[in-house]
Nanobody, 124 residues
Framework: QLELEESGGGLVPPGGSLTLACEGS????????IGWFRQAPGKEREGLAC???????YYGDSVKGRFTIFRDNAKNTVYLEITHLKPEDTAVYYC??????????????????WGQGTQVTVSS
């Protein structure tokens, strides 16, 4: 029942910012923990941030204070704000859902309902 669609990616210069959106269809996102992930070519999928159904928020170690996750229940959407972008942030960004128990670890294998992803390219 988890059906998600990512949007908001694009080409951004280093130091720029971007806000990605994860919109649910056919279910209410506030019933799940929603995580953001990314995967660069040749690398494993990396957990970035997660917001639980009760708005507990967790970030991956690699984020280093540059990412912010928040939700708008009226729009059935979870957002990821990315600031101070670096070339190494270039990847396909995905969202997915899980039970709240799995939110803290942001482990990709525990999440379901992956969207198609949205490409973020950081380049001058």
């Amino acid at each position: 029942q988890l059906e998600l669609e990512e949007s908001g990616g694009g080409l951004v210069p280093p130091g720029g910012s971007l806000t990605l959106a994860c919109e649910g269809s056919g279910f209410t996102l506030d019933a799940f923990a929603i995580g953001w992930f990314r995967q660069a070519p040749g690398k494993e999928r990396e957990g970035l941030a997660c917001i639980s159904s009760t708005d507990d928020i967790y970030y991956g170690d690699s984020v280093k204070g540059r990412f912010t996750i928040f939700r708008d229940n009226a729009k059935n959407t979870v957002y990821l704000e990315i600031t101070h972008l670096k070339p190494e942030d270039t990847a396909v960004y995905y969202c997915a859902g899980a039970g709240d128990y799995y939110c803290k670890a942001i482990g990709p294998r525990e999440f379901r309902g992956w969207g198609q992803g949205t490409q973020v390219t950081v380049s001058s």
